[in-house]
């Protein structure tokens, strides 16, 4: 079976999905349940998992024992506040080690600041976390984070939230033909499309919130990424056949033909 296998732990859902901007838990269930993923990320400024005593807590609507959890830095602009934040996190989840690490270098854009990224993630990997990166589409800077010892590297098709789609397949490419870890395009994915080229160039997973939580139908959304991202990598096992700008060959044969 083709299963995605992160920090030793295997999943049979290549789509990760994010469980923020949703009108409520009761729909944010139903679009995890219809996309069939098994991780979701949980931003822990934002969302309650049990450091807000008496209000409805996520982990009622997606119990952990049914999902891989991953506690995600959103918010953060510095490597001191992503630290704390994983920390705060790993007591919440009971000692729970897989996170998602993203530092933000601008309110405006979000685009990393990947200089911070770097500092966070060399301290959560001695602390004896399983890093998962957000990341620029910076070949280099990636494989530095694969090099300090992050589980999997997450480059942005584009901007945090802009549906724009994969703006430089070029650099993706450059970064999952050098990477030993799983390589999961997050961020600036918009419709179904987009995640189906994600997977046909080779990535191994695919990280969404905005794109399902913000469509006018988020679980018939869910619904189509989820084919989407099975489509796309479907795709790229089979090998698609080469582009050229015609074919000189007819498809069908030429001998044997009636007259």
Known sequence: MDELVIAGKTYSSRLLIGTGKYKDFDET?????????????VAIRRTNIGQTAGEPSLLDALPPSKYTYLPNTAGCY?????????????????????????????????????????????VLVKDGFKVMVYTSDDPIIAKQLEEIGCVAVMPLASLIGSGMGILNPWNLQIIIDNAKVPVIVDAGVG?????????????????????????????????????????????????????????????????????
């Open 29 to 41: 269930r139903r679009a995890v349940e219809e996309s069939g993923a098994q991780i979701v990320t």
């Open 78 to 122: 510095s490597a001191d506040d992503a630290i704390r934040t994983l920390r705060l996190a790993r007591e919440l989840l009971d000692g729970h080690d897989l996170v998602k690490l993203e530092v933000l270098g601008d309110p405006k854009t979000l685009y990393p600041n990947m200089m911070e990224t770097l500092k966070a993630a060399e």
């Open 191 to 259: 419709t179904a499309s987009d995640a189906a080229i994600a997977m046909e160039l080779g990535c191994d997973g695919v990280l969404m919130n905005t794109a399902i939580a913000g469509a006018g139908n988020p679980v018939l959304m869910a619904s189509a990424m989820k084919k989407a991202v099975q489509a796309g990598r479907e795709a790229f096992l089979a090998g698609r056949m080469p582009k050229k700008l015609y074919s000189a060959s007819p498809s069908s044969p030429t001998t044997g033909l009636i007259s």
